[in-house]
T-cell receptor, first 108, second 117 residues
Framework: AQRVTQPEKLLSVFKGAPVELKCNYS??????LFWYVQYSRQRLQLLLR??SRESIKGFTADLNKGETSFHLKKPFAQEEDSAMYYC??????????FGQGTTLQVKP | GAGVSQSPSNKVTEKGKDVELRCDPI?????LYWYRQSLGQGLEFLIY????????KSGLPSDRFSAERTGGSVSTLTIQRTQQEDSAVYLC???????????????FGPGTRLTVL
């Protein structure tokens, strides 16, 4: 079965603290994974994809096939990072399978 | 240029009524997707259109849900005999080409918040 699991509904950290949003997936084959973000009153948008191996707004995510994980990390959280984060897997038919989302709350 | 637009932004209806939700994709985008965002359920895929191909309807939760895409552009999601559990935000997304070709990013609309009383 193709599945994405985000175990934390809410992650609350203080500004400047490191952040790790967890994502685990289930997929047979070579997975293609993404992180999407939805800031308050804004539309859902792509944050980063594992293929690009990029760092966006200080966030990085490494695909670990052994652990079937794609955790999102940032060394120093900022208040403007507060948002809902969704991990997504591209299925073998191309549609995106999303996790349940994690709300990141960065406190001042 | 304009992004994906959806209308209405909010819809309140009574149980048992039919509703139609509209999506205008980005001009030139051949792929169009509908998702449902429910509290505690995350984002759930509903249906996907690609060009003139038969749509992938595998995510539609019941036969009360249907969608069409006219002229390869605008799409309408119809929910018949709405139920309270249909209350959610319905999101539309479009991408330049088929998802299997390259890194076709999906661009999302603002959503339609449906409330069934």
């Amino acid at each position: 079965a193709q599945r994405v699991t985000q175990p934390e509904k809410l992650l609350s950290v203080f500004k400047g603290a490191p952040v790790e949003l967890k994502c685990n997936y289930s997929y047979s084959g070579s997975p293609e994974l993404f992180w999407y973000v939805q800031y308050s009153r804004q539309r859902l948008q792509l944050l980063l994809r594992h293929i690009s191996r990029e760092s966006i707004k200080g966030f990085t995510a490494d695909l670990n096939k052994g652990e079937t994980s794609f955790h999102l990390k940032k060394p120093f959280a900022q208040e403007e990072d507060s948002a809902m984060y969704y991990c997504a897997l591209k299925s073998n038919t191309g549609k995106l399978i999303f996790g349940q989302g994690t709300t990141l709350q960065v406190k001042p | 240029g304009a992004g994906v637009s959806q209308s209405p932004s909010n819809k309140v209806t009574e149980k048992g009524k039919d509703v139609e939700l509209r999506c205008d994709p980005i001009s030139g985008h051949t792929a169009l997707y509908w998702y449902r965002q429910s509290l505690g359920q995350g984002l759930e895929f509903l249906i996907y259109f690609q060009g003139n191909s038969a749509p992938d309807k595998s995510g539609l939760p019941s036969d009360r849900f249907s969608a069409e895409r006219t002229g390869g552009s605008v799409s309408t999601l119809t929910i018949q005999r709405t139920q309270q559990e249909d209350s959610a935000v319905y999101l539309c997304a479009s991408s330049l080409g088929p998802p299997g070709q390259g890194e076709n990013e999906q661009f999302f609309g603002p959503g339609t918040r449906l409330t069934v009383l």
